[in-house]
């Protein structure tokens, strides 16, 4: 079952969604315009906006719908454009109420310009998932399979596995079972330290185990790991600390030997069920080994990306397109997606999107082979502050280009979790998005703003960025 929608606003109308359809608005034109005879549909003097702009109008039409922030009348400004080339005017659209037909754009770049009628349709698009980055149709799971439970994977697992007492031997443990500790003394002495041993052997807290953990399994994971332990071993604490797992109780060996079995469980059915469907190779990465797979130039995922990135760049030519495959990198952004869209109550609301990064000096392996990818820790202070920065439009991006030796240059175009994004205006002083209006602890995920005529975003956790294509290109002859 392929689930359709479109990512505008925090909710999605599903009756729309499910005729694979999204809102499309356009701007009356007449005759002796130029970009008449350009119309997309001749039987209209309508002409569409592009899938950018397009975006931007509809996720303002649903906040005021939604009442979230916006209210009919209020004014939203947008850069102009004709054929996706930027005319260097300022246009401002709004609405008198959820009826399309009342809205309107005027261009406030040139004195008394009268206001132009806007269209709202529902538009069917090519079904080519998430391709189109999020901005028009999007396929959000396809053939989706269910995922494992935790129920199922702790099913696996039998109490008596002693699989890992050889490891554990290694590690300086004692086996109870096949080796003892003979002490020797004077009577009253050693009469004494059994008591002692007796009285250590009665509080719970003395018996402590720990497990590796590289910090990538859910929240609700590890609360079912903590039940199921406790109700197997009678634990008294199972928590993370760090990159641990502190097990205390009387049991903690035995537990501790099922939480590493669980984890490893976790990690595979992990591994073969959230990774892209796109994907070469899955097979080979259960060991952590990142793939780097150049992108057919024929393929429909090359040609997506490739019209997207010659938009704003049409004096340039892509080499080629390769794309990360790091597993450890994608865990960290499915779990950020997974709690997210927990937080929000929906899956919509995450708001992934493809966007442009450069990296300037720092060779982009740095980063996808890296263990934290994008990393915010070395970022400059830039006009929203201390974030990662990325860009709706390549040629942004390619002010801050890798430079390679033959003189061709790279970018990344990565997915970004956006969810909750706060237009600002530039505060170098920013280490996190704001607060919420209205809360004291809830934070917006994100923050969008806008510089050389260019939608740009910010966010704060490296988790909330996976660099999934590596971008090379050259200038055109």
């Not at 359709?4 to 999204?22: C, E, H, N």
């Not at 001749?42 to 899938?51: I, Q, R, W, Y």
């Not at 702009?53 to 102009?80: P, S």
């Not at 935790?150 to 080796?179: H, L, R, V």
Request: net charge neutral.
């Amino acid at each position: 079952m392929q689930h359709f929608i479109y990512r505008y606003g925090a909710s999605v109308d599903q009756s729309i969604a499910k005729l694979k359809k999204v809102p499309w608005w356009s701007y009356w034109v007449k005759s002796s315009d130029a970009n008449f005879a350009k119309r997309q549909d001749k039987s209209v003097d309508f002409f569409e906006f592009d899938s950018d702009q397009n975006f931007q109008i509809e996720m303002f039409y649903k906040e005021c719908c939604e009442g979230v922030n916006r209210q009919f009348g209020d004014r939203f400004t947008i850069v102009g454009d004709q054929l996706m080339k930027q005319t260097g005017h300022t246009y401002q659209v709004w609405g008198e109420s959820k009826d399309p037909s009342t809205w309107v754009e005027q261009n406030v770049t040139l004195a008394g310009a009268p206001q132009r009628q806007l269209r709202r349709v529902l538009k069917e698009l090519p079904d080519e998932g998430d391709s189109q980055f999020g901005m028009i149709a999007f396929v959000m799971v396809e053939e989706e399979k269910e995922e494992a439970n935790s129920d199922s994977i702790f099913d696996q697992i039998k109490n008596s596995d002693d699989s890992d007492n050889e490891e554990e031997s290694k590690e300086g443990a004692i086996n109870y079972k096949t080796q003892s500790i003979v002490i020797e003394g004077v009577p009253s002495e050693i009469a004494q330290l059994k008591q002692l041993v007796h009285s250590y052997s009665q509080v719970p807290r003395n018996f402590i185990s720990y497990v590796d953990f590289d910090g990538i399994a859910a929240p609700d994971f590890i609360q079912a790991l903590q039940t199921e332990t406790k109700s197997r071993f009678k634990i008294s604490e199972l928590v993370v600390e760090g990159a641990r797992i502190k097990i205390t109780g009387f049991q903690c060996n035995q537990a501790r030997r099922f939480v590493k079995k669980a984890l490893v469980f976790r990690a595979k059915y992990a591994k073969f069920q959230t990774y892209p469907k796109h994907w070469e190779e899955v097979h080979i990465m259960e060991n952590d080994l990142t793939i780097i797979k150049e992108v057919h130039n024929q393929s429909n995922e090359f040609n997506a990306i490739q019209v997207e990135f010659l938009k704003t760049m049409a004096n340039k030519e892509i080499i080629k397109v390769e794309r990360i495959q790091n597993p450890k990198l994608w865990q960290k952004f499915h779990v950020e997606t997974n709690q997210l869209a927990k937080k929000l109550q929906s899956k919509q609301g995450v708001n992934i999107r493809y966007l442009y990064h450069g990296t300037r000096q720092n060779p982009p392996r740095n980063i996808y082979q890296s263990e934290q990818g994008f990393n915010a820790n070395y970022s400059s202070e830039g006009m929203w502050g201390r974030a990662i920065y990325f860009a709706t439009r390549s040629s942004y991006s390619d002010d801050y280009h890798y430079k390679l030796p033959d003189g061709s240059f790279q970018m990344f175009y990565a997915r970004v979790i956006l969810g909750k994004s706060k237009e600002m205006a530039m505060d170098r002083g920013l280490r996190e998005p704001p607060l919420l209006e209205g809360s004291q602890f809830e934070r917006y995920d994100s923050v969008q703003g806008f510089t050389n005529n260019t939608p740009v975003f910010m966010v704060y956790s490296n988790s909330k960025a996976y660099p999934e294509y590596l971008i090379t290109y050259r200038d055109k002859p």
